[in-house]
């Protein structure tokens, strides 16, 4: 015959002894729960803090760009005003005449004995010259000098001599003329 086993705890015990197994698997059960929420709390948090310190690196490099960037701006809006000074300055130096190169092409064509009294500039293109010279040849020379290519020929291309007449009071020549500059001549 098969044998029982015969369980001889009273029913209050075997029942105590049930309620105190439930009890115990539910305290570790809401320990591991405590545990494994505490963990997420702790993970999570960590999550949020992490963000929150890289959103506020995030926010200081973009003021830090946004200053840069208006630096850029202003360095910019500087270079542009210069670009547009240049540019003027660029216009003016291919458009003005350069008299100095006028004035040094007479000081090399003006023989010593040759004094120019008035110069004008009239026109794109004429210089009107009065003085005194010496002599008719003197007045010759400088005429000579000044279309010659080495002297004065670089800068004037005709001449017109619209007066010369004898001062009778100092015997010199008081002379008027127009030297007709070259295209570029004085660029």
């Known amino acids: 015959m098969p044998r029982k086993d015969i369980n001889l705890l009273p029913q209050d015990l075997k029942e105590q002894k049930k309620s105190e197994k439930i009890k115990k698997s539910l305290g570790n059960l809401s320990l591991l729960s405590l ?12 999550y949020l803090v992490r963000v929150k310190l890289t959103e506020a690196t995030f926010k200081k490099d973009i003021v830090k760009t946004e200053g840069e960037i208006k630096d850029l701006l202003l360095i910019e809006k500087e270079a542009r005003r210069l670009e547009s000074k240049i ?21 090399k064509a003006v023989p010593g004995d040759v004094g120019i009294t008035s110069l004008a500039t009239f026109g794109a293109s004429r210089v009107s010259v009065s003085g005194l010279s010496q002599s008719y040849l003197s007045l010759s020379r400088f005429i000579t000098s000044a279309l010659d290519p080495i002297l004065g020929g670089k800068v004037f291309s005709s001449v017109d001599i619209t007066a010369a007449s004898l001062d009778e009071v100092t015997g010199k020549i008081r002379f008027s003329l127009v ?9």
């Open 35 to 46: 545990v494994v929420v505490g963990l997420i709390t702790f993970a999570s948090s960590a």
């Open 87 to 107: 540019n003027v300055v660029a216009d003016v130096k291919e458009s003005r005449s350069r008299y100095s190169l006028l004035l040094e092409a007479l000081a």
């Open 179 to 187: 030297l007709y500059l070259r295209d570029g001549g004085i660029k």
